[in-house]
T-cell receptor
Framework: KAGVTQTPRYLIKTRGQQVTLSCSPI?????VSWYQQTPGQGLQFLFE???????NKGNFPGRFSGRQFSNSRSEMNVSTLELGDSALYLC????????????FGPGTRLTVL | SQQGEEDPQALSIQEGENATMNCSYK?????LQWYRQNSGRGLVHLIL?????REKHSGRLRVTLDTSKKSSSLLITASRAADTASYFC?????????????????FGQGTILTVHP
């Protein structure tokens, strides 16, 4: 069974631009969560989608948004990029059992110049 | 904000030795999970221990959970150079009405483990 895939793996943008990151979950997994990882703040939860609905959201500004498609693939978008948005963005999928056991993709490394 | 704290922040040992990492958390949980991360790559799921379990084993890994102290430990026995990585604990917190906090894991700050050959 293929793992979680994320595209692109690396991205360089400039301040003020916007970016869209993509995540394909493990087949059969319907829940997708997104996290931001930075050296200063560590791993922080962005949001979670299940059946095309956002069910949970972390403490991030409205510039961070996401969506999920009917095939469970998910995208996250960051508008008006700031230098502080430079981070590793990770998505994780879960089969949505009671355990919330999550399986992570390799991440997208975003650099904002 | 991070739910938990891990200690030590960094651990350096020789191959063959055991490595123990600790994690503390603040709120009630459904379960606690341990992950490994190599050089800023994705997280690899290692083991999950439920709140009603006290100890769990998987290969060279042994995890304990003490809900009264809100703490967990991860023991890696007979370590190898390939175990060099960052290790994170993550908690699935209970919601007010019970049940999981939809897709949200709260991570500790991690322990950087270096195993010297």
């Amino acid at each position: 069974k293929a793992g979680v895939t994320q595209t692109p793996r690396y991205l360089i943008k400039t301040r003020g631009q916007q970016v869209t990151l993509s995540c394909s979950p493990i087949s059969g997994h319907r829940s997708v969560s997104w996290y931001q990882q930075t050296p200063g703040q560590g791993l922080q939860f962005l949001f979670e989608y299940f059946s095309e609905t956002q069910r949970n959201k972390g403490n991030f500004p409205g510039r961070f948004s996401g969506r999920q498609f009917s095939n469970s693939r998910s995208e996250m978008n960051v508008s008006t990029l700031e230098l502080g948005d430079s981070a590793l963005y990770l998505c994780a999928s879960t089969r949505q059992t009671s355990s919330n056991e999550q399986f992570f993709g390799p991440g997208t490394r975003l650099t904002v110049l | 904000s991070q739910q938990g704290e891990e200690d030590p922040q960094a651990l350096s040992i020789q191959e063959g030795e055991n490595a123990t990492m600790n994690c503390s958390y603040k709120t009630s949980i459904n379960n606690l999970q341990w992950y490994r991360q190599n050089s800023g790559r994705g997280l690899v799921h290692l083991i999950l221990i439920r709140s009603n379990e006290r100890e769990k084993h998987s290969g060279r890994l042994r995890v304990t959970l003490d809900t009264s102290k809100k703490s967990s430990s991860l023991l890696i026995t007979a370590s190898r150079a390939a175990d060099t990585a960052s290790y994170f604990c993550a908690t699935d917190r209970t919601r007010h009405a019970g049940g999981t906090s939809y897709g949200k894991l709260t991570f500790g700050q991690g322990t950087i483990l270096t195993v010297h050959p």
